[in-house]
């Protein structure tokens, strides 16, 4: 239904005149009537009927006002609700127990003000596809992947390098270490049946396998504490997780979470957003996250290197804080 008709036909019932109610929407008489005409010729009945005195609502019109009305009010609500900064900031973090929820959490208690819907999306091919149709506004992701340049349009900003833990139970031959080199964990049995072929992490991994002769093991389903219940009991397994990655187990699994040292592998955490997009609450959370960016981990660290998608898989070596 034309709601400019059904405007002109609330403004002609008020004012109970298509001449005034011309004036008042600023456009012509004829223009009035030709709206009311084909308001009319949709609904199948008379609104008005013509006077001398002016144009009165029929039995019809007066049945038709109040849902006018609504019509109208509802088009009000529906525009104020994607007016600017009136619709929820959309944000995918990959899984509510990893480390970008905690940076969105961090950041609505810093911006209660600021409505946000957070969302779950697969992979990184995934958020973009969303982040382009304009499905969210933005995205914690790992883009280092080979031979997957970002979309024209489509920016990403480093905001957390999360070191990653090894993960083992009371009985491995690592368990009483303090600290641990990803070089020491050649020969070892690391399990990840959370690995899916082709995501960004699959990637991260396969560098990380390949630059400290690493096996990774992700076969298997990965079952809700499956992989702790594993560990726990198996004293040749282990597995990698991330620092902030919040794991809940029995306390009698007595597991233990061990810093990798010299280096230090590090997963890189970007932001990603649509350079077009004019949320204002985007922009308040990139500058909430650029403010409160945690420091490298001290010592040296070790992310992929991705800028040469075709060249060999190597790392790239920090030492200290950026």
């Known amino acids: 239904m034309d709601l400019k008709a059904v405007r002109t036909f609330v403004t002609v019932a008020g004012s109970g005149q298509f001449q005034e109610a011309a004036a008042v929407l600023a456009v012509t008489q004829q223009a009035v009537s030709k709206r009311i005409a084909a308001l009319e010729k949709?609904?199948?009945?008379?609104?008005?009927?013509?006077?001398?005195?002016?144009?009165?609502?029929?039995?019809?019109?007066?049945?038709?006002?109040?849902?006018?009305?609504?019509?109208?009010?509802?088009?009000?609500?529906?525009?104020?609700?994607?007016?600017?900064?009136?619709?929820?900031?959309?944000?995918?973090?990959?899984?509510?127990?990893?480390?970008?929820?905690?940076?969105?959490?961090?950041?609505?208690?810093?911006?209660?003000?600021?409505?946000?819907?957070?969302?779950?999306?697969?992979?990184?091919?995934?958020?973009?596809?969303?982040?382009?149709?304009?499905?969210?506004d933005a995205s914690f992701r790992a883009v280092a992947v080979p031979g997957r340049p970002l979309p024209r349009g489509v920016e990403a900003a480093r905001v957390l390098d999360e070191p990653i833990q090894l993960l083992t139970g009371p009985g491995h031959a690592l368990a009483g270490r303090r600290s641990v080199s990803p070089g020491e964990l050649a020969g070892h049995r690391i399990w990840m049946p959370g690995i899916v072929d082709g995501t960004e992490w699959a990637a991260y991994y396969a560098s990380l396998a390949a630059e400290f002769g690493l096996t990774i093991d992700s076969s298997g389903a990965n079952f809700t504490g499956a992989v702790q219940d594993a560990v726990a009991a198996d004293s040749t397994l282990a597995t990698l997780v991330s620092e902030q990655t919040r794991l809940v187990w029995p306390a009698g699994h007595d597991l233990r979470r061990i810093p990798l040292l010299d280096p230090t592998p590090v997963y890189p955490h970007s932001l990603l957003w649509v350079t077009a997009n004019p949320h204002p609450a985007l922009t308040a959370l990139r500058t909430h996250l650029a403010d409160r960016r945690p420091a490298r981990p001290e010592g040296r660290t070790w992310t992929p290197d991705r800028t040469e998608p075709s060249a060999p898989v190597r790392g790239v070596f920090r030492t200290g804080s950026p």
């Open 42 to 136: 949709e609904l199948g009945v008379r609104l008005f009927t013509r006077t001398a005195r002016g144009a009165v609502l029929t039995v019809d019109g007066r049945a038709f006002l109040p849902h006018a009305h609504e019509l109208l009010l509802a088009e009000e609500r529906a525009t104020a609700a994607v007016g600017p900064g009136r619709r929820a900031l959309r944000v995918d973090v990959i899984g509510p127990r990893l480390a970008p929820a905690a940076l969105l959490r961090d950041f609505h208690e810093a911006h209660p003000e600021v409505a946000l819907d957070v969302v779950t999306l697969f992979d990184v091919d995934s958020a973009l596809t969303a982040l382009r149709s304009g499905t969210v």
